[in-house]
C-alpha cells in the first residue's frame, strides 16, 4: 500500500484541515475524504452502499471511519497537487457561494440548454411544417412562384420578343427568352 505523498497532503491540509488522503485498496486509487461529525445531516443520509462497485467498497471503508467522500485521484496524478485543488474548488459548494448560489447557477445553465434545445425542435417543425404544405400544395396540383415575373415585349419584324425574368431566377439562370412569331 502506497503511502501519500507529503506535499500533496500538506496542499490539502492547508486547503481544508479535515480533509484527508488515503489510497484506496479495492479501486487502487487515491481518496480525498472529509472527516464529518457523525449527526451531520450531510453524513447521516450519504450511507453508501458498498456492494455497487469496487469504489463502494472504498467510499464504505471512509465512511464507517466518520469520513465522507470528496473525490478519487488517479495515481498518475496524485503528485499534480494544483490540478487537485482546482477540481477540490470547482466542486466546493461553500467556495461557490453556497447551496443557493450552486443552485442558482445549475438552474441558468438548465435553462439556458432547455433553450437552445427548444429553438432546434422549433426550426425542425418549421422546416417541417414549410415541407409539408409546399407539398400539399404541388399535390394538389397549385403551382405557385414566390416572386412574380416581370414581362418585357420587344417587337421585331415578324415576330416578337418576350424576356420573363424574376429577380431570383435571373440570378441564379439568368434571362429566359422566348420568341413567339406574330401571326
Known amino acids: 500500500m502506497p503511502s501519500p505523498p507529503e506535499n500533496t497532503v500538506s496542499e490539502l491540509e492547508r486547503y ?5 488522503l488515503r489510497w484506496g485498496i479495492h479501486s487502487e486509487l487515491w481518496v480525498i475524504e472529509r472527516k ?9 443520509k450519504s450511507m453508501p452502499s458498498p456492494w455497487k462497485s469496487v469504489k463502494g467498497l472504498d467510499i464504505w471503508d471512509g465512511w464507517k471511519d466518520g469520513y465522507l467522500h470528496v473525490m478519487f485521484a488517479h495515481p498518475s496524478l496524485i503528485q499534480n497537487h494544483q490540478l487537485i485543488l482546482q477540481a477540490l474548488a470547482g466542486a466546493d459548494i461553500w467556495r461557490v ?3 443557493e448560489e450552486l443552485n442558482r447557477k445549475l438552474d441558468e445553465a438548465e435553462i439556458k440548454v432547455e433553450a437552445s434545445v427548444d429553438r432546434n425542435i422549433d426550426n425542425y417543425i418549421e422546416a417541417a411544417v414549410s415541407e409539408s404544405y409546399d407539398m400539399l400544395q404541388w399535390r394538389l396540383g397549385n403551382r405557385f412562384a414566390m416572386t412574380e415575373p416581370i414581362e418585357q415585349f420587344e417587337q421585331h419584324e415578324g415576330f416578337v420578343v418576350r424576356v420573363k425574368t424574376s429577380e431570383l431566377r435571373e440570378a441564379a439562370y439568368g434571362a429566359q427568352i422566348q420568341m413567339e412569331a406574330v401571326s
Request: charged share 35%.
Open 36 to 44: 464529518m461529525p457523525r449527526r451531520h445531516p450531510d453524513f447521516v
Open 16 to 20: 481544508d484541515p479535515l480533509l484527508r
Open 97 to 99: 457561494g453556497g447551496r
